[in-house]
Each structure stands twice: as structure tokens, then as C-alpha cells.
């Protein structure tokens, strides 16, 4: 039996892909994995018996990801499991950056009491709302993961010309984009070439804070800018700036902060991108399927700080070795299994880190186990 233990409220369809050797609950003791979405735990104090967090959504800036690491603890995510949600809303951003939608309907409620007249006053003041069609302008798409391809390849289906960067386009991700998405190499081709410019980078040191000043200048005037993915991407006063200058037309975000509320030229949605019910269910579904493979197998499929690792049983026992990236452990381990016959290996490295799976014919001795944890390198040892 697995505890498992929830830190916001999750789609009942993850108890039931976990199913019935699954205890699940928001005070669950001693708790083998965590079911998490958007609650920090950076103040939390991870328990012995933790093994597992997965995380409802792709973002993990909640999630202390090198405190996991140096403990042993896998973290998941489930990419592509909201991408469906947020690219709808990526589309209406779209839509609402040029048709000026929110100012009229804000305006449209003024002319509440006034009856009959209503009419003619629309019709009078509805000029100040004129905006431009999509259909033949350019949009930039930064970053073709699994939301960016649905936003790019709607966008051509919309009439739209599409240009897409990503530096660590995958295959499998490249084979899923509109052969009408021309690919560029370069950020500035992407500044030159758009109407319309919409982000899906993951929020790190490298991408903190990329569009600013020196690159709203290589702007078209009268861009309109998308950013779904994280506030710090962008930074605030240079964008109100350009705003105030007229060089970007508007800025449409999914992160409502302080300093963008109530501006001009600037429409800030309360964080809804994933804000489906079908999201809230695909999510938990997957980040339970993670979870219950990694603890019943040992497998490990979408984590943020370890390589993907995934193998058929093969024997009797199978070990499982969270540990540093040095090629020699892998070697120290089956050193100590000498006397059982290895019957499968899996072993992949991720940065500083790296993970093996070990099958072996016969069961594995508590000595045995006692001095794999004793290698230098060694993280963390389970048997399954």
C-alpha cells in the first residue's frame, strides 16, 4: 500500500488511475509521493518516506527542484497534458490583442440606464474600438513545444503567416508543426518579421527578463505581444514603456501583477491558461500514471530532474539507484551484486545526475543493498 498525499485539490480521475493500493488524502503521513499544482513547497520539509512529486501542470517553480535532486526525490511534470486549454486561450489573447473586445465591452456597461438611446450611442462611439483582422499578418511563435505547435498550427488554419524559433526543437516535436510554419534560427528574425509575437519558453536564468527594452527597439511598431507562459519572461517597466510609447499595440498576459493592472494597452488574465475541468482531469491523470509507475516499476517518464528511464522486468528483483553523474557507480553497483546474475540494466545521465535500474534473478540481500548505498555517488537505493 502507497500514501500518497494531495497539496491542493485534484481531479478525482487520479485516485482512480492510481487505484486501490493507493491511499490518497491531504494529511496523508508519512506520504511515499506528493500530488501537487500550484502550492510552493520551497518551506516544506520533505519527509523521509518521500519518493515522488508530480506536478499537475508543466511549470515546476514551485517545486525546490535542486533540494529534490540532492535527496532523491523524483520530480514529474505533465507536458502536453494542458497544452489543448492554453492554446485556446493563447487564441483569444490573440483575437483580444487587435479587436480592442475588453475596452468596448468595458465601455459598452457605461451605457447602462440610458434605454431607447443605447442604440444610437453604440453606434456612435463604437469607432474608437476598430482593430485589425489576423488573417494574412505575421505571428512569431518563441518556443515550439507541445503548446506552442497547437498555437502556430492553429494560427496558419486562421490565415495567418506563422515564423516559429526553438533551439531544442526535437523530432518528434518538428514532425507535428504545419509544414507552413517557417522556421528561423535566430530571436531577431523573429523581432523583424512579426505582427504578432506570443512566448512558450520555460522561465530560467537564460530567458529571465528576454524581452525588454533592447529587444521591443528590433520590434515592428505596433507589435502585439502574447505571454502565456511566465511574468519574469518579461520586463514590466520596459513594456509599459513601450506601451506609453505607442512601439507595442498591446500586451496580453496570463500573469496579473501590480504594476500592469488597470494600464492602457495592457490586458492581464488572472492565470486561467489551464483552467479547464478536461485540463484539471488530463493533468492529474498523467501525474498519477507517473507516479504509480515510478513507484510500482521504478520507471521514470516526464521528470524535471532526472533522465527518463523505463524498462520491462526481466527478473526477480529489481534495484533502483538514484545517483551522481560518475560512469564508475554503475559499476560499483554491480560490483556488489557479484554472486546474482544481472538480467536487465538501464542507466541514463541527466546533468549532474543519473539513474539505474538493475534486474537480477534472485532476490537482493539487505547486505547487499547496504553496500550499494555505501558507494560514493549513491544517492538513494530502492528495491522493488
Not at 180 to 201: F, G, M, N, R
Not at 318 to 342: F, Y
Request: charged share 20%; net charge negative; with cysteine.
Amino acid at each position: 500500500m502507497f500514501n500518497v498525499k494531495t497539496l491542493n485539490k485534484i481531479s478525482p480521475l487520479a485516485v482512480k488511475a492510481l487505484g486501490e493500493n493507493y491511499t490518497v488524502s491531504d494529511d496523508a503521513e508519512a506520504p511515499d509521493a506528493v500530488l501537487v499544482r500550484s502550492a510552493s513547497m520551497h518551506d516544506m520539509e520533505m519527509p523521509e518516506s518521500l519518493l515522488a512529486i508530480a506536478r499537475a501542470g508543466a511549470g515546476v517553480n514551485n517545486i525546490p527542484l535542486d533540494k529534490c535532486a540532492e535527496q532523491g526525490i523524483v520530480v514529474f511534470n505533465t507536458p502536453g497534458a494542458n497544452a489543448n486549454a492554453v492554446k485556446e486561450l493563447v487564441l483569444t489573447g490573440l483575437l483580444l490583442s487587435s479587436r480592442k473586445v475588453v475596452d468596448g465591452i468595458a465601455w459598452a456597461k457605461t451605457l447602462k440606464g440610458n434605454g431607447d438611446a443605447v442604440g444610437k450611442m453604440v453606434e456612435k462611439g463604437k469607432g474608437q474600438f476598430v482593430g485589425p483582422e489576423i488573417k494574412g499578418k505575421t505571428l512569431g511563435v518563441i518556443g515550439l513545444g507541445a503548446i506552442g505547435i497547437l498555437v502556430a498550427n492553429a494560427a496558419v488554419a486562421l490565415g495567418m503567416k506563422v515564423v516559429g524559433y526553438d533551439p531544442f526543437l526535437s523530432v518528434d516535436h518538428a514532425v507535428l508543426v504545419d509544414t507552413q510554419v517557417k522556421y528561423v534560427k535566430t530571436l531577431d528574425e523573429i523581432y523583424a518579421a512579426s505582427d504578432y509575437i506570443t512566448i512558450h519558453v520555460p522561465l530560467t536564468p537564460d530567458t529571465k527578463g528576454m524581452i525588454n527594452a533592447d529587444t521591443l527597439a528590433k520590434m515592428k511598431d505596433g507589435v502585439r505581444i502574447m505571454n502565456f507562459s511566465r511574468a519574469d519572461l518579461v520586463v514590466s517597466a520596459d513594456i509599459l514603456k513601450a506601451v506609453a510609447d505607442k512601439k507595442l499595440a498591446c500586451y496580453v498576459t496570463d500573469f496579473a501583477t501590480d504594476d500592469i493592472l488597470g494600464e492602457d494597452g495592457i490586458i492581464a488574465i488572472p492565470h486561467l491558461g489551464a483552467s479547464t475541468p478536461e485540463s484539471e482531469d488530463n493533468c492529474a491523470e498523467m501525474a498519477a500514471n507517473e507516479i504509480k509507475d515510478f513507484l510500482e516499476n521504478g520507471n521514470i517518464t516526464n521528470s524535471v530532474t532526472l533522465p527518463n528511464v523505463s524498462m520491462a522486468k526481466s527478473g526477480s528483483a529489481r534495484i533502483c539507484v538514484i545517483h551522481k553523474n560518475d560512469p564508475e557507480i554503475i559499476g560499483a553497483v554491480c560490483a556488489k551484486l557479484s554472486g546474482n546474475e544481472v538480467t536487465g540494466m538501464a542507466n541514463k545521465s541527466k546533468k549532474d545526475y543519473a539513474y539505474s535500474i538493475v534486474d537480477t534473478a534472485n532476490a537482493v540481500d539487505a547486505a547487499a543493498v547496504d553496500a550499494i548505498k555505501a558507494v560514493d555517488g549513491v544517492i538513494r537505493v530502492r528495491v522493488i
